[in-house]
């Protein structure tokens, strides 16, 4: 499908006009769907709900959105939204036909996501989903209990952030074993073949990647994973595996740490180092964080992270281990 875009800071063209050309020429609004979040972190008191939607009906020139999602949840942030009389909002606008489809994308644990998909009658949800995440905050358990439920998923980082496009060398031989799709494509052959995928959401940079994107979503079928793609994901996530440093799944139930230590985050920098050879990469984001995070080093040994660790992780000698790499 083409289309032409026009820049919103376009002193040259008028918003009435704009928005005849956009709405009028080859009837292109009944031609695509418009999509966009509400940034809960923005809304203080209920007539924000109103005030942040009408600003991107504005901003995107429509009368009314195809899908809208709540942006980025976790419980905290999801329990923060409620007692403001979320529910109450989504039921009035899209009872006023204002958007058609109304959804959440998701930051935590799988139990989190159970709590939060049986709360609402949503239309879809958007969690995050790779070969190598499958047992990370939703998952493959949270897609499931949503195709149980009926309620379509989109997928975000299907490439984890392009990671998945340059795997390590062991890996891409792997691959050449049995295909000649890309690393990147190979990424994407995963999620696309799940059922219950209404899209999957990949960063492309370039017309190559674009092209790349567009042949696989047209061309990988539901449920078509050969036996060599099924064992080529065991396998390169078994190779993954191997190269973390500490099994850390980020489910932060070690927080808040007695003196404040980021502890899920120093132990993404440290497995990153290796997983993905960003050791410099990794360095420079510990440096920062440092800035206003608390050091390992500071860490007085109380305990009380691994006792209620989910992975039984030495915690406390990773951290040292941790802040020996990174600093």
């Given at each position: ?24 020429a ?10 966009t ?67 959440f ?50 997928i ?12 390590p ?51 990988v ?21 191997l ?6 799944t ?20 440290w ?35 691994e006792?209620?660790?989910?992975q ?6 990773g ?8 600093a």
């Open positions: 499908m083409r289309f032409n875009t026009i820049d919103n800071d376009n002193s040259k063209i008028d918003k009435e006009t704009s928005s005849k050309i956009i709405l009028e080859n009837n292109l609004r009944d031609k695509i769907y418009l999509t979040k509400l940034p809960c972190w923005l809304v203080k008191e209920k007539k924000d709900f109103y005030k942040l939607l009408n600003e991107h009906l504005e901003n995107l020139r429509t009368d009314h959105l195809d899908f809208y999602l709540l942006h980025s949840l976790d419980i905290k942030r999801f329990n923060e939204m409620v007692d403001l009389g979320v529910f109450e909002f989504l039921d009035e606008i899209k009872e006023k036909g204002l958007f058609k489809n109304v959804g994308s998701f930051h935590d644990e799988y139990s989190s996501f159970e709590k939060i998909i049986k709360s609402y009658g949503w239309d879809f949800c958007q969690i995050k989903l790779n070969y190598l995440d499958i047992n990370y905050q939703a998952g493959l358990k949270g897609y499931k209990l949503a195709k149980d439920m009926g309620i379509p998923v989109a975000m980082e299907p490439i984890k952030g392009s990671r998945l496009a340059n795997p060398e062991k890996i891409s031989d792997l691959l050449k074993d049995f295909t000649d799709l890309s690393p990147a494509q190979e990424a994407l052959k995963f999620p696309l073949s799940l059922d219950n995928v209404m899209t999957v959401l990949s960063g492309m940079n370039d017309m190559n990647q674009i092209r790349e994107n567009i042949h696989m979503a047209s061309s079928d539901y449920n078509s994973l050969s036996k060599d793609d099924i064992d080529f994901y065991e396998k390169a996530l078994f190779i993954y595996k190269k973390e440093q500490i099994g850390c980020a489910y932060e139930y070690c927080l808040p740490c007695t003196v404040e230590i980021n502890i899920p985050k120093v132990f993404s920098l497995n990153n180092a290796y997983l993905y050879d960003e050791s410099k990469k990794s360095r420079k984001q510990y440096k920062d964080y440092l800035k206003n995070g608390v050091s390992p080093i500071e860490c007085i040994e109380c305990g009380k992270c006792e209620i660790c989910l039984n992780l030495e915690i406390i000698e951290l040292k281990k941790a802040n020996a790499f990174l």
